[in-house]
């Protein structure tokens, strides 16, 4: 994970209110209003009390009293205004986060993202995002605020005489910019700590769910709950160290507000004594800066908080600013599948070689069988020629092109690749199979359903294609999720097919109906076969054999 400091977190996330700059000048705008109404609603009370005691002020009773009752009306509206813009701009934003995001993690699948923890990653695109609302409806406008409203309360004391606009300068300095950075320094790394953890719980939570069978089943629920309590326990240790740091920081804001209001108290009456002001410059500057604090209080809270804020934005950020393991191909000529070829190729996985030295030939409309322990690098070879990675050294071509020289949607629709696990989404089977191909027909989908000897199955559900699989599949068992890990690749009709072993779940009876389908399509079809299994292996036009990454 990259660190970056909060104010490049803090730059980057703001880069992204670039579309919706004038909302949020509108919200600054409203806001910025709305304070100084509150503000002088208290400040025309002064006047008030000093029109009361006999003091000459430009202004009748009756008129103060009119403009509080307007200033309160005005100042409720632009706060809801104001409120209801900066959330507008934050849910925008949040939507195009999450689709910046969900765009990044395409680009790096699958490479980036095999073995990285589920759980983790669904931490980012739900909670770390939905914290950046903080920022965006809470921190931006806030901060451009206060800087506003310090400017024009300054001169308006500093009017009095400039003295008191120092000390009211300084005062909003140390409460609106001092506490808080220091209240960050001092939180260190507790956000970011709180944010990891959360991640890694969320992690555990969702792995403890999919092996809930296998926990009951060895008797393991103690010792799983167990450890799910305890990283629930450092969690609420660290949510309780950063509400403490919370609560500390509120007290100190307030001892500093009511400090500075007392030097502006003691300030003006030396003022007074020295004839340097009149009565109404020591009443109407403290008044002044008793209820002005309101803008710059907001961003001291913010102190405690913006840790956790900026770890998310971290996190978000690394997604966003990863660099992916192929980059996507565009602007080349179209071409046509006419088979495929490996040529020496090595591969590794950081410091373990994989493939070595590795040579094969794919002509057009034949079969090739891959055979191995597993292990022996048969998978990877598979998602080499699907270029979901580059290899190291040598060359993977299709049509006598480089596949990295080849657009990738045309690499894709090339291709159909059926893995060992077939991931089915929480909808129907009909909308399941229809990723393959979006526009399919009812009839197209049934055609590959039989290809795969899964039609007959579906037919005897309550719904047939209309039944909802459930959530990952777990309504089907492991033969009928890869029986329709086949007919997607049907259906998707390319030309060239990398079955991975396509018949490991299956029972001999349906292996040698998906067989004769696949022996049936070899006229339009180029197929490469990963397989343990020998009966497999009966179509295959020539077969290779992968031990420890060579190929013979």
């Known amino acids: 994970m990259k660190r970056r400091s909060g104010f490049k977190v803090m730059a980057r996330l703001i880069g992204l209110v670039k579309p919706l700059t004038g909302f949020m000048l509108l919200a600054i705008l409203m806001g910025l209003i709305g304070h100084l109404c509150a503000a002088f609603i208290t400040i025309f009370g002064g006047y008030a009390v000093l029109t009361a005691l006999g003091f000459d002020i430009p202004f009748s009773m009756t008129a103060l009293f009119v403009c509080v009752i307007i200033f309160a009306v005005v100042r409720g509206l632009l706060r809801y205004a104001e409120q209801a813009c900066n959330h507008f701009i934050a849910f925008k934003l949040l939507a195009l986060l999450r689709d910046k995001v969900f765009q990044a993690l395409r680009r790096l699948c699958p490479a980036k993202l095999e073995g990285r923890d589920k759980g983790d990653l669904i931490s980012v695109i739900t909670s770390d995002i939905e914290l950046l609302e903080v920022f965006y409806a809470h ?21 009095y005489h400039w003295a008191l606009g120092l000390i009211a300068l300084a005062a909003y300095f140390v409460v609106g910019a001092v506490v808080p950075v220091v209240t960050s320094r001092l939180s260190g790394d507790d956000g970011m700590r709180f944010r990891t953890k959360s991640g890694a719980l969320s992690g555990f939570v969702l792995d403890s769910l ?20 305890e990283k629930t326990d450092e969690l609420a240790k660290d949510e309780e160290k950063m509400k403490r740091t919370s609560g500390r920081n509120a007290a100190v804001t307030n001892t500093v507000v009511l400090a500075f209001d007392l030097v502006m108290l003691f300030a003006s009456a030396l003022l007074y004594q020295s004839g340097a002001v009149g009565f109404d410059g020591v009443l109407i500057p403290t008044v002044a800066l008793f209820s002005s604090f309101g803008p710059v209080i907001a961003l001291a809270n ?9 770890a998310a934005g971290n996190r978000v950020l690394d997604i966003l600013e990863e660099t992916p393991a192929v980059e996507e191909v565009t602007g080349r000529p179209e071409i046509a599948f006419t088979g495929a070829q490996v040529e020496q190729i090595t591969f590794s996985y950081g410091q373990e070689t994989i493939l070595s030295d590795v040579s094969m030939k794919i002509p057009q409309h034949s079969v090739i069988g891959l055979i191995g322990r597993s292990g ?25 092109t480089k596949v990295a020289d080849i657009n990738t949607k045309n ?10 696990e077939t991931h089915l989404f929480h909808d129907s089977i009909k909308n399941n199979l229809r990723i393959a191909k979006l526009d399919a ?16 199955f579906i037919m005897t ?32 009709d390319a030309p060239f097919l990398l079955l991975d072993e396509p018949t490991s779940n299956l029972d001999s009876l349906n292996e040698a109906v998906i067989l004769k389908s696949l022996h049936e399509e070899r006229e339009g079809k180029t197929v490469v076969l990963v397989s343990h299994r020998q009966s497999t292996m009966r179509i295959a036009d020539t077969v290779y054999s992968v031990e420890h990454g060579r190929m013979s």
């Open 139 to 159: 921190t931006i406008s806030p901060v451009a605020i206060a800087f506003l409203f310090t400017i024009v309360m300054c001169l308006f004391l500093g009017s």
């Open 441 to 456: 027909t009812d009839e197209e989908i049934e055609s590959a359903c039989k290809k795969a000897s899964v039609h007959d």
């Open 461 to 492: 559900l309550p719904q047939g294609y209309d039944t909802s699989v459930g959530e990952l599949g777990d309504t089907l068992s492991g033969g009928e999720r890869q029986r329709l890990g086949l007919a997607r690749a049907f259906l998707h």
């Open 302 to 310: 913010l102190g405690s908080t913006l840790q956790n804020t900026f």
């Open 210 to 229: 999919r092996g809930l069978s296998e926990t009951l089943q060895y008797g393991q629920g103690k010792k799983r709950l167990a450890q799910m309590n």
């Open 411 to 420: 690499l894709r629709d090339m291709e159909s690749f059926v893995t060992q």
């Open 376 to 400: 022996s690098g048969k998978s990877t070879l598979l998602k080499l020629l699907m270029r979901f990675w580059d290899v190291q050294k040598g060359s993977v071509k299709l049509s006598g």
